[in-house]
């Protein structure tokens, strides 16, 4: 009766519906392996578990994902239906296997080494589906043997999983070492950097008291593992050295398992936030051509052509002086923010380029200040007189101190934008010391300066701007209107950071309703078109609006430790530091990231998308900002499983073929 019963056992936790068999290659025995006995698809599914069991004979050995100074991880190549996509192999930590000179890391034992297969948009939802896995591994003793198995496994489609069969997962997930725990309760970690190695420094909690401890790096290539000394705890923390491969190239962070007496955790460490064997001269020049590209930037251009048009009624001598003024005023204004900005970092706080934006007093003064411009455009008062109590006497004296004022009001309608070669510079900047980081904010003032100063010094492109006319009051009073946009912006913006819901389709259509009477008042038939297209525009954009409020990205919250967990994983991961006042981050999101096909391959391919807001002073946002080497938004990674934990940078301005341009890449 007992073996009756034990037979019935094995029948019950057997699924009969799985057709999978173990494959014995190269003294060792593979298995494809299913936690259910179906699969999940349909809405709100989540990933189905598979398990390659892998057991190598007595006094064989094989290898984990780093396998040390010789020898090499299995390889798993999928074929897998329509819809599903298979994420990276989650290891069990792994054992020290020491043959000198060489130190390798692998498994003497059985292992399960799980896989999540992820359902995506076209996933079947009913039927029976066939898992396929080629895989590939080495197995080793004296000698070491290649070894190759076609493994399979047939599952029927189930809307929901019930009862999980446990072919040992539970086991193998207590073996898969845990995602480290930042904060007041979790670990702490620092390094450094020197010419031979990388020193971590690793904080447990305060309720973590461990025996011993060893670091298991998930990076293969990088470092000399036979030398590398045992983990040491000293004044409450343990210490690793890590000595460098010669002319290994370190990665921003070094990933890695320790592995301690009462558990594991799996750890990334920043090491490298200033990118590598780029010099001074190199930030400096990367500086100043994305000061010269910010002056296409929206915040920027109503401020170049302005400028530019002054020029173009001015006596070259004027302009001249001019141009220096303007430049003054640009530079001594940015000196003034740079000063104040490595100040307010040098005493503790975490804070970037844009700072002043996350204030919502500040974006208050600015929305102000534009209304004035725009005003001023239009005729309705003139900057200069005593009208302005604020520099007025000065305005009066001449236009050279209104240039130098103007200057400074440039520098003020760059900090929402960010071109091109700016944020890697940036980033550098103010991760220097205090000359770089004034050096290189000069380049890039000297970049938005660098068309002002070009036309003002050679007579002959002066004399190619457009001459005086009446035409120039009309384009005056037109450029009103960009700034006008610019306040409802930043109203809203502020309604952002206070907490404040304003209603900014309301303000849109009074601005637009504005616009028509205005081209009405110039030109009667030229303004009843206008008014015709303006029509057709608003409901073109309210009909897109409504059609992608269901097409769009899911986004979710951004948190370091569910990002890094997720890359762990092997899943693909997108990260949008971005911010409300800053405008090319805005026209991206429009543009770029709520492109139909964009959001279609993001579902198809199931990224985990991640929003990193920085509207508000956020230390978090900042240290991962400064963790990949920069101090600006927008900033764009991308994580895909073909290139592990390196992150890909999207550029700063983005298009639908960029960003499908980059996901395509294997």
């Given at each position: 009766?007992?073996?009756?019963?034990?037979?019935?056992?094995?029948?019950?936790?057997?699924?009969?519906?799985?057709?999978?068999?173990?494959?014995?290659?190269?003294?060792?025995?593979?298995?494809?392996?299913?936690?259910?006995?179906?699969?999940?698809?349909?809405?709100?599914?989540?990933?189905?578990?598979?398990?390659?069991?892998?057991?190598?004979?007595?006094?064989?050995?094989?290898?984990?994902?780093?396998?040390?100074?010789?020898?090499?991880?299995?390889?798993?190549?999928?074929?897998?239906?329509?819809?599903?996509?298979?994420?990276?192999?989650?290891?069990?930590?792994?054992?020290?296997?020491?043959?000198?000179?060489?130190?390798?890391?692998?498994?003497?034992?059985?292992?399960?080494?799980?896989?999540?297969?992820?359902?995506?948009?076209?996933?079947?939802?009913?039927?029976?589906?066939?898992?396929?896995?080629?895989?590939?591994?080495?197995?080793?003793?004296?000698?070491?043997?290649?070894?190759?198995a076609d493994l399979s496994i047939t599952l029927p489609v189930r809307a929901k999983t019930e009862a999980k069969r446990d072919f040992g997962f539970q086991h193998a997930r207590a073996r898969i070492p845990n995602r480290a725990a930042t904060g007041e309760q979790g670990w702490r970690w620092d390094s450094e950097v020197s010419e031979t190695g990388v020193r971590l420094f690793l904080t447990p909690p305060p309720k973590f008291v461990a025996n011993r401890a060893t670091f298991f790096p998930t990076q293969s290539g990088?470092?000399?593992?036979?030398?590398?000394?045992?983990?040491?705890?000293?004044?409450?923390?343990?210490?690793?050295?890590?000595?460098?491969?010669?002319?290994a190239k370190l990665p921003m962070t070094v990933g890695g398992v320790v592995a301690t007496d009462i558990g594991a955790f799996e750890i990334a460490v920043a090491v490298n936030a200033k990118p590598e064997k780029l010099s001074l001269l190199q930030m400096l020049w990367f500086a100043f051509i994305g000061g010269l590209l910010l002056n296409l930037m929206p915040c920027v251009f109503p401020i170049l052509s302005l400028k530019l048009l002054a020029f173009g009624r001015e006596t070259h001598r004027e302009a001249v002086?001019?141009?220096?003024?303007?430049?003054?005023?640009?530079?001594?204004?940015?000196?003034?923010?740079?000063?104040?900005?490595?100040?307010?970092?040098?005493?503790?706080?975490?804070?970037?380029?844009?700072?002043?934006?996350?204030?919502?007093?500040?974006?208050?003064?600015?929305?102000?200040?534009?209304?004035?411009?725009?005003?001023?455009?239009?005729?309705?008062?003139?900057?200069?007189?005593?009208?302005?109590?604020?520099?007025?006497?000065?305005?009066?004296?001449?236009?050279?101190?209104?240039?130098?004022?103007?200057?400074?009001?440039?520098?003020?309608?760059?900090?929402?934008?960010?071109?091109?070669?700016?944020?890697?510079?940036?980033?550098?900047?103010?991760?220097?010391?205090?000359?770089?980081?004034?050096?290189?904010?000069?380049?890039?003032?000297?970049?938005?300066?660098?068309?002002?100063?070009?036309?003002?010094?050679?007579?002959?492109?002066?004399?190619?701007?457009?001459?005086?006319?009446?035409?120039?009051?009309?384009?005056?009073?037109?450029?009103?209107?960009?700034?006008?946009?610019?306040?409802?912006?930043?109203?809203?913006?502020?309604?952002?950071?206070?907490?404040?819901?304003?209603?900014?389709?309301?303000?849109?259509?009074?601005?637009?309703?504005?616009?028509?009477?205005?081209?009405?008042?110039?030109?009667?038939?030229?303004?009843?078109?206008?008014?015709?297209?303006?029509?057709?525009?608003?409901?073109?954009?309210?009909?897109?609006?409504?059609?992608?409020?269901?097409?769009?990205?899911?986004?979710?919250?951004?948190?370091?430790?569910?990002?890094?967990?997720?890359?762990?994983?092997?899943?693909?991961?997108?990260?949008?530091?971005?911010?409300?006042?800053?405008?090319?981050?805005?026209?991206?999101?429009?543009?770029?990231?709520?492109?139909?096909?964009?959001?279609?391959?993001?579902?198809?391919?199931?990224?985990?998308?991640?929003?990193?807001?920085?509207?508000?002073?956020?230390?978090?946002?900042?240290?991962?900002?400064?963790?990949?080497?920069?101090?600006?938004?927008?900033?764009?990674?991308?994580?895909?499983?073909?290139?592990?934990?390196?992150?890909?940078?999207?550029?700063?301005?983005?298009?639908?073929?960029?960003?499908?341009?980059?996901?395509?890449?294997?």
């Amino acid at each position: 009766m007992r073996c009756i019963g034990l037979i019935i056992a094995l029948a019950v936790a057997w699924p009969m519906d799985t057709h999978a068999r173990s494959v014995r290659a190269a003294h060792s025995e593979i298995e494809l392996l299913s936690e259910h006995p179906w699969v999940e698809s349909g809405p709100g599914a989540g990933p189905s578990i598979f398990a390659i069991r892998l057991k190598p004979e007595p006094g064989w050995h094989t290898y984990w994902k780093n396998p040390g100074d010789s020898g090499l991880p299995l390889k798993l190549d999928w074929s897998l239906p329509p819809g599903f996509n298979a994420a990276a192999i989650q290891w069990p930590v792994p054992e020290i296997l020491a043959t000198p000179p060489l130190r390798n890391f692998g498994y003497e034992k059985e292992i399960f080494l799980l896989v999540e297969v992820w359902p995506t948009v076209g996933a079947a939802t009913q039927g029976e589906l066939k898992f396929s896995a080629v895989a590939r591994w080495l197995v080793c003793k004296d000698v070491c043997l290649p070894a190759k198995a076609d493994l399979s496994i047939t599952l029927p489609v189930r809307a929901k999983t019930e009862a999980k069969r446990d072919f040992g997962f539970q086991h193998a997930r207590a073996r898969i070492p845990n995602r480290a725990a930042t904060g007041e309760q979790g670990w702490r970690w620092d390094s450094e950097v020197s010419e031979t190695g990388v020193r971590l420094f690793l904080t447990p909690p305060p309720k973590f008291v461990a025996n011993r401890a060893t670091f298991f790096p998930t990076q293969s290539g990088l470092f000399e593992h036979a030398s590398m000394p045992p983990g040491r705890f000293e004044a409450g923390r343990w210490i690793f050295d890590l000595p460098r491969v010669s002319g290994a190239k370190l990665p921003m962070t070094v990933g890695g398992v320790v592995a301690t007496d009462i558990g594991a955790f799996e750890i990334a460490v920043a090491v490298n936030a200033k990118p590598e064997k780029l010099s001074l001269l190199q930030m400096l020049w990367f500086a100043f051509i994305g000061g010269l590209l910010l002056n296409l930037m929206p915040c920027v251009f109503p401020i170049l052509s302005l400028k530019l048009l002054a020029f173009g009624r001015e006596t070259h001598r004027e302009a001249v002086r001019d141009a220096a003024f303007f430049g003054l005023g640009t530079l001594v204004f940015l000196w003034a923010l740079v000063a104040i900005l490595v100040g307010l970092r040098a005493s503790g706080q975490a804070l970037g380029w844009g700072f002043q934006l996350q204030s919502p007093g500040f974006v208050g003064f600015l929305a102000f200040l534009f209304t004035a411009l725009a005003l001023n455009l239009l005729g309705v008062f003139e900057i200069g007189g005593r009208w302005m109590g604020w520099g007025g006497k000065a305005a009066a004296q001449g236009g050279a101190w209104g240039s130098f004022f103007t200057g400074a009001l440039n520098v003020l309608v760059a900090t929402p934008c960010t071109a091109p070669f700016m944020g890697i510079a940036l980033g550098f900047a103010l991760s220097g010391g205090a000359v770089a980081t004034f050096a290189i904010f000069t380049a890039l003032g000297l970049g938005m300066l660098a068309p002002y100063f070009a036309v003002a010094s050679m007579p002959r492109l002066q004399k190619k701007l457009p001459r005086p006319g009446a035409w120039m009051e009309t384009f005056r009073q037109l450029l009103a209107f960009p700034l006008f946009a610019t306040v409802i912006w930043l109203v809203w913006t502020w309604g952002r950071i206070t907490g404040h819901a304003i209603p900014v389709r309301a303000l849109g259509a009074l601005l637009a309703g504005g616009f028509i009477v205005w081209l009405v008042r110039k030109r009667r038939a030229f303004g009843i078109a206008a008014t015709v297209i303006g029509l057709i525009i608003v409901a073109g954009s309210w009909w897109s609006g409504t059609r992608q409020a269901v097409e769009v990205i899911s986004w979710q919250t951004y948190s370091p430790e569910k990002v890094a967990q997720d890359v762990a994983h092997g899943l693909p991961v997108f990260i949008d530091f971005t911010a409300a006042w800053c405008v090319s981050c805005q026209v991206n999101e429009r543009v770029a990231l709520r492109n139909r096909d964009v959001v279609k391959r993001f579902r198809e391919l199931g990224i985990r998308a991640y929003l990193a807001d920085w509207t508000t002073d956020d230390p978090m946002i900042t240290h991962a900002l400064e963790s990949y080497g920069r101090n600006a938004v927008p900033l764009y990674v991308l994580y895909l499983p073909s290139r592990g934990s390196t992150p890909i940078f999207l550029p700063e301005i983005l298009t639908p073929g960029i960003v499908l341009g980059e996901l395509s890449k294997k």
